[in-house]
T-cell receptor, first 117, second 109 residues
Framework: NAGVTQTPKFQVLKTGQSMTLQCAQD?????MSWYRQDPGMGLRLIHY???????DQGEVPNGYNVSRSTTEDFPLRLLSAAPSQTSVYFC????????????????FGEGSRLTVL | GQNIDQPTEMTATEGAIVQINCTYQ??????LFWYQQHAGEAPTFLSY??LDGLEEKGRFSSFLSRSKGYSYLLLKELQMKDSASYLC??????????WGAGTKLIIKP
């Protein structure tokens, strides 16, 4: 049981380049999400999905696209990288949008550290 | 606006007790979470409170007062491995998580 797997762990891009951060979970979770974490700030939600074929915007969606063709996978695409997108990105999944009703637990991937030059 | 406040950094001694506070102003409330995040790693779940009162899990306890918009995480018998950031997050009326910036806890021997 691998949990939530994110790739790559590290990436350096030049301004204007595009790339995709991969996220896969093997827990059959309906809810998946992407966060970015920046120093001195709380985790900020980029996009989320409550099930295959359904995606929605979070707090900071500009410059990012997502898709959810299967329950397992939820890739995050950076369309044209900008230095402001330098951050650590976390994919997370849970049993439902509110997390497990009993524990409220979000399961996070190990994170992807992105630097845009 | 919605706001979660936590101290930026705290220092405590190995074997001691430390209390990390979290105050919140959010549009609605559907629960409060605490996560632990070691440097360079992913956050991991510690606790979830939706009703007022204290919940204990081993060395860690979490308290909630909804009327005061206040929670704390209590860590007892501190160990060096407890050095980490502790994130407070509130589930608002739309079932969206609002995250605090986290409290970095430094444990000294």
């Amino acid at each position: 049981n691998a949990g939530v797997t994110q790739t790559p762990k590290f990436q350096v891009l030049k301004t204007g380049q595009s790339m995709t951060l991969q996220c896969a979970q093997d827990m059959n979770h309906e809810y998946m999400s992407w966060y970015r974490q920046d120093p001195g700030m709380g985790l900020r939600l980029i996009h989320y999905s409550v099930g295959a074929g359904i995606t929605d915007q979070g707090e900071v969606p500009n410059g990012y696209n997502v898709s959810r063709s299967t329950t397992e996978d939820f890739p995050l695409r950076l369309l044209s990288a900008a230095p402001s997108q330098t951050s650590v990105y976390f994919c997370a999944s849970s049993y439902s949008g509110t997390g497990d009703p009993n524990t409220g637990e979000l399961f996070f991937g190990e994170g992807s550290r992105l630097t845009v030059l | 606006g919605q706001n979660i406040d936590q101290p930026t950094e705290m220092t405590a001694t190995e074997g001691a007790i430390v209390q990390i506070n979290c105050t919140y102003q959010t549009s609605g409330f559907n629960g409060l979470f605490w996560y632990q995040q070691h440097a360079g790693e992913a956050p991991t779940f510690l606790s979830y409170n939706v009703l007022d009162g204290l919940e204990e899990k081993g060395r860690f306890s979490s308290f909630l007062s909804r009327s005061k918009g206040y929670s704390y995480l209590l860590l007892k018998e501190l160990q060096m491995k407890d050095s980490a950031s502790y994130l407070c997050a509130v589930l608002d009326s739309n079932y969206q998580l609002i995250w605090g910036a986290g409290t970095k806890l430094i444990i000294k021997p």
